[in-house]
């Protein structure tokens, strides 16, 4: 089984450039600090279509307990203190990616 975390953050007004660097930052050094991470991407949002959040994570994990230990773990509620200050939006969904695309 594969699972995939997915969370999407809408800026707050006044959101800098150089916050969402500080994001950026911080975010870079989860894999290393993660061992239950299988992947690990994140970034800006192009802006090339409408009705779309500001930034994505993506985080590939084994499964439910593999998602729980990356989700709890202390370097990633870490990052989550430098980010929550920032978003005034979120969404969020976990699903499986082992599945065969119908």
């Known amino acids: 089984m594969a699972l995939r975390h ?29 061992p239950q991470l299988d992947g690990y991407s994140f970034g800006p949002d192009l802006g090339i279509g409408p009705d779309t959040f500001d930034f994505a994570v993506v985080a590939d994990v084994a ?22 200050p920032l978003i005034a939006e979120r969404a969020a969904a976990q699903f499986r990616t082992d599945r065969a695309a119908t």
């Open 6 to 34: 997915i969370a999407l953050f809408r800026w707050s007004e006044g959101v800098t450039p150089e916050q969402v660097a500080e994001v950026e930052r911080t975010l870079s050094r989860l894999p290393a600090a993660i």
């Open 63 to 84: 499964d439910e307990d593999a998602y729980a230990a990356y989700r709890d773990h202390p370097e990633h509620q870490a990052a989550l203190d430098v980010i929550r």
